[in-house]
T-cell receptor, first 115, second 113 residues
Framework: GAVVSQHPSWVICKSGTSVKIECRSLDFQATTMFWYRQFPKQSLMLMAT?????????EQGVEKDKFLINHASLTLSTLTVTSAHPEDSSFYICSAWESPNEKLFFGSGTQLSVL | GENVEQHPSTLSVQEGDSAVIKCTYS??????FPWYKQELGKRPQLIIDIRSNVGEKKDQRIAVTLNKTAKHFSLHITETQPEDSAVYFC????????????FGQGTRLTINP
């Protein structure tokens, strides 16, 4: 299947700092990428849809000013957690829609710990 | 919007037996139904998928069936092996033709040797 790369794999930061997570489609172009959040032993919660060249679409209840998404190219989307707090600690996973096979592939995830 | 319900939440089977996980969806316009396997701390991996114009699809020990009338689809794993132990998620497209997926709650499958 198609390969989606996500970095960093884990990050520890102090409360109040910002953290940027990168998601890259390595062998295909992705006009649409998605960002999910996953708590331990729970399902994938969609945070936002990232569209290349346009503003991201956020799910209800997700603060767009806190979770900044940029999709500047057909192979790269970034999620920046601004002014992180301990409650933002979570596993963040990106995914990219691969055309023409029309399938969704996931990045390896980023474990964020905010102290 | 689309809602996906997945059952059971946990499933334990003896090695070599079959496992079945079921999902129901609410939006009759959904047309794509993938299944993902997630091992602890790793990314969800696409293991099989089915589209609304097909009733059944099989890939070696894994099969998926779709009943559009009843709006449910199931994952079947035969001859289970210890490496099948993982969390499995079903999903359905939110709106026909769209790429956004709504995920079920997940099933933790344990294969007992």
């Amino acid at each position: 299947g198609a390969v989606v790369s996500q970095h960093p794999s884990w990050v520890i930061c102090k409360s109040g700092t910002s953290v940027k997570i990168e998601c890259r489609s390595l062998d295909f172009q992705a006009t649409t990428m998605f960002w999910y959040r996953q708590f331990p032993k729970q399902s994938l919660m969609l945070m936002a849809t990232s569209n290349e060249g346009s503003k991201a679409t956020y799910e209800q209840g997700v603060e767009k000013d806190k979770f900044l998404i940029n999709h500047a190219s057909l192979t790269l989307s970034t999620l920046t957690v601004t002014s992180a707090h301990p409650e933002d600690s979570s596993f963040y996973i990106c995914s990219a829609w691969e055309s023409p096979n029309e399938k969704l592939f996931f990045g390896s995830g980023t474990q964020l710990s905010v102290l | 919007g689309e809602n996906v319900e997945q059952h059971p939440s946990t499933l334990s089977v003896q090695e070599g037996d079959s496992a079945v996980i079921k999902c129901t969806y609410s939006d009759s316009a959904s047309n794509y139904f993938p299944w993902y396997k997630q091992e602890l701390g790793k990314r969800p991996q696409l293991i099989i998928d089915i589209r609304s114009n097909v009733g059944e699809k099989k890939d070696q020990r894994i099969a998926v069936t779709l009943n559009k009338t009843a709006k449910h689809f199931s994952l079947h794993i035969t001859e289970t092996q210890p490496e099948d132990s993982a969390v499995y998620f079903c999903a359905a497209t939110a709106v026909q033709g769209a790429q956004k997926l709504v995920f079920g709650q997940g099933t933790r499958l344990t294969i007992n040797p």
